[in-house]
């Protein structure tokens, strides 16, 4: 009701003014109108690609950066956990992983859960989604379906872009607001989209977090070349709601999903996993334009959603509105952001339990690893013990790094951080944002330590997570195990 609330106290404010002036007629374009909403999610993206974002490598996000000129640019937005399925089910109900029952890739949420659907359905509004879905059940997230862009993440030809269904969705009900996800497939793997041509490998510029080699680079070019068609996406949608007279009244949300799906991004809780690029572009009478330190999470955006079309949102959701911040009513939101991973287990052979929590106040993190007798291992990391794995184009990346190890020594520590991480990390993300040096053993630190984890515990309880130590909870052998049809009936992909 926020809004609404701000709106009629705005408006008696100027009916008193106008009545003092002799005027006393509210016209029918004065009363509140609910905007639209666009939110433009990208696919394994980790913010540090984006130009506004500082990338060190230029040409990646025109538009995108365009955007964030007139709009919100957020420094602390964050995924509760970095894999695809639970970073959906996140944003779109409003609830972390524990609570929405998705706290692993792949699984289905709970189905007494609500999504974005249901709550702006509710309000009045067409909620559409365009590209993947990933998530389920379908009664949890019953979106309108939007033709027109690919849906398979792991496809290596998808057709280009059809806007037709886009335009059609937008256009179908004048005057009823609507909500639509265009839920890009670009960057996740394979990487085989999008023009090379923007950058030289050998000049480019890589996150201090991975290690040079040449599969590395190519991987890497090859994955900004699937940024840059998230951007273009992103350009393609401004310009169909600018030509349809619909831009000033859309709040448009850009983010980057999950972090890239290599080494040290996707399937962690290392800020470059977890910390996502979000611009927020609000209608212009809004007058919201500025850069925010404020920490919000995934689960913060359908409660922004339905209090911005005139909606309470419910108590019991994890997330809390970011009306009062993008309106400028203060510049402050959540002390601290909370994240968890949790693997598949014996998705590929090899595979053991991995049960990892984090937190941040934004200046510091710290993770504790809850099984730190188990190896890291995700499908990135039993890549190389199967030699099938090493050929994608992802998969490439860390056995590289492996065989450096004996003659690299950060090679040999990027790859020892991921596999056998210790139960205690700390890091000053001030100045150490890629997380390489662990403090949490200096003696200065024990106190952060002991009081950040008392926070992860106070959260677990808050959120009923027992900490998934039993590794039959987690098992996901095969297609068959999965709880909603990933990859979806006829494919023949396989699913990562
Ligand atoms: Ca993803």
Same mark, same amino acid.
């Given at each position: 009701m926020r809004f609404l609330s701000t709106t009629i106290l705005k408006t008696s404010a100027l009916l008193g003014l106008m009545a003092l002036a002799g005027a006393n007629v509210l016209h029918a374009e004065e009363r509140p109108q609910q905007p639209n909403f666009v939110i433009l999610l990208a696919d394994d993206? *980790?913010? &540090? *690609?984006?130009g506004c974002y500082?990338?060190?490598?230029?040409?990646?996000t025109p538009n995108i950066d365009k955007l964030a000129k007139s709009g919100i640019r957020f420094e602390n937005m964050f995924v509760?956990?970095?894999?695809?399925a639970p970073a959906r089910a996140e944003l779109y109900t409003g609830l972390m992983p524990q609570r929405n029952g998705?706290?692993?890739?792949?699984k289905a949420s709970n189905p007494d859960v609500k999504s974005v659907v249901h709550y702006l359905g509710d309000l009045g509004y067409r909620v559409g989604l365009a590209g993947k879905?990933?998530?389920?059940?379908a009664a949890v997230y019953p979106f309108k379906k939007i033709p027109g862009?690919?849906?398979?993440?792991?496809?290596t030809n998808p057709k280009p872009d059809d806007w037709s269904g886009f335009e059609k969705f937008i256009k179908r009900e004048p005057g009823k607001p609507f909500c639509a996800v265009i839920?890009?497939?670009?960057?996740?793997?394979?990487?085989?989209?999008?023009?090379? =041509?923007?950058?030289?490998e050998d000049e480019l510029v890589l996150p201090p977090? $991975?290690? &040079?080699t040449p599969e590395t680079r190519s991987g890497y070019l090859h994955y900004l070349a699937e940024v840059r068609e998230f951007d273009r996406q992103v350009g393609d949608v401004v310009k169909i709601l600018e030509e349809s007279g619909q831009l000033d009244n859309t709040i448009i949300i850009v983010l980057d999903e999950? =972090?890239?799906?290599m080494p040290g991004g996707k399937?962690?809780?290392f800020d470059w996993g977890v910390r996502s690029a979000c611009v927020i572009k609000c209608p212009?009478?809004?007058?919201?334009n500025f850069e925010t330190e404020a920490i919000a999470q995934y689960c913060d955006i359908v409660p922004t959603l339905i209090a911005a079309a005139g909606g309470t949102p419910p108590g019991d959701l994890d997330g809390r509105s970011l009306l009062p911040l993008l309106k400028g009513q203060t510049n402050a939101h959540r002390e601290r952001a909370y994240f968890l991973f949790n693997n598949r287990v014996n998705e590929t052979k090899g595979d053991t339990h991995f049960s990892i929590r984090a937190v941040t106040d934004g200046k510091y993190k710290f993770i504790w690893n $809850?099984?730190?007798?188990n190896l890291y291992s995700v499908n990135i990391t039993t890549c190389d013990l199967t030699g099938?794995?090493?050929?994608?184009d992802f998969g490439r990346i860390y056995p590289s790094m492996i065989d450096r190890m004996e003659t690299d020594p950060h090679a040999k520590e990027m790859v020892n951080r991921l596999r056998s991480s210790p139960q205690h990390q700390l890091y000053d993300l001030q100045n150490d944002p890629y997380e390489l040096?662990? $403090?949490?053993?200096?003696p200065e630190y024990s106190e952060k330590v002991t009081k950040f984890k008392a926070d992860i515990e106070g959260w677990m309880k808050q959120q009923g997570d027992? =900490?998934? $130590?039993?590794?039959e909870g987690m098992?996901?052998?095969?297609?068959?195990?999965?709880?909603?049809?990933y990859p979806p009936k006829g494919s023949k992909k396989s699913a990562k």
């Amino acid at each position: 009701m926020r809004f609404l609330s701000t709106t009629i106290l705005k408006t008696s404010a100027l009916l008193g003014l106008m009545a003092l002036a002799g005027a006393n007629v509210l016209h029918a374009e004065e009363r509140p109108q609910q905007p639209n909403f666009v939110i433009l999610l990208a696919d394994d993206i *980790s913010s &540090d *690609s984006f130009g506004c974002y500082g990338s060190p490598n230029p040409n990646t996000t025109p538009n995108i950066d365009k955007l964030a000129k007139s709009g919100i640019r957020f420094e602390n937005m964050f995924v509760s956990q970095a894999v695809c399925a639970p970073a959906r089910a996140e944003l779109y109900t409003g609830l972390m992983p524990q609570r929405n029952g998705t706290f692993r890739n792949h699984k289905a949420s709970n189905p007494d859960v609500k999504s974005v659907v249901h709550y702006l359905g509710d309000l009045g509004y067409r909620v559409g989604l365009a590209g993947k879905m990933h998530i389920g059940p379908a009664a949890v997230y019953p979106f309108k379906k939007i033709p027109g862009l690919c849906s398979q993440c792991n496809e290596t030809n998808p057709k280009p872009d059809d806007w037709s269904g886009f335009e059609k969705f937008i256009k179908r009900e004048p005057g009823k607001p609507f909500c639509a996800v265009i839920a890009s497939i670009h960057a996740h793997s394979p990487w085989t989209v999008g023009d090379t =041509g923007h950058w030289k490998e050998d000049e480019l510029v890589l996150p201090p977090n $991975l290690v &040079d080699t040449p599969e590395t680079r190519s991987g890497y070019l090859h994955y900004l070349a699937e940024v840059r068609e998230f951007d273009r996406q992103v350009g393609d949608v401004v310009k169909i709601l600018e030509e349809s007279g619909q831009l000033d009244n859309t709040i448009i949300i850009v983010l980057d999903e999950n =972090g890239a799906g290599m080494p040290g991004g996707k399937w962690t809780v290392f800020d470059w996993g977890v910390r996502s690029a979000c611009v927020i572009k609000c209608p212009d009478s809004w007058k919201a334009n500025f850069e925010t330190e404020a920490i919000a999470q995934y689960c913060d955006i359908v409660p922004t959603l339905i209090a911005a079309a005139g909606g309470t949102p419910p108590g019991d959701l994890d997330g809390r509105s970011l009306l009062p911040l993008l309106k400028g009513q203060t510049n402050a939101h959540r002390e601290r952001a909370y994240f968890l991973f949790n693997n598949r287990v014996n998705e590929t052979k090899g595979d053991t339990h991995f049960s990892i929590r984090a937190v941040t106040d934004g200046k510091y993190k710290f993770i504790w690893n $809850l099984t730190p007798e188990n190896l890291y291992s995700v499908n990135i990391t039993t890549c190389d013990l199967t030699g099938k794995v090493r050929e994608t184009d992802f998969g490439r990346i860390y056995p590289s790094m492996i065989d450096r190890m004996e003659t690299d020594p950060h090679a040999k520590e990027m790859v020892n951080r991921l596999r056998s991480s210790p139960q205690h990390q700390l890091y000053d993300l001030q100045n150490d944002p890629y997380e390489l040096n662990n $403090l949490a053993e200096k003696p200065e630190y024990s106190e952060k330590v002991t009081k950040f984890k008392a926070d992860i515990e106070g959260w677990m309880k808050q959120q009923g997570d027992d =900490g998934h $130590l039993d590794p039959e909870g987690m098992r996901a052998i095969n297609v068959a195990d999965y709880e909603f049809p990933y990859p979806p009936k006829g494919s023949k992909k396989s699913a990562k």
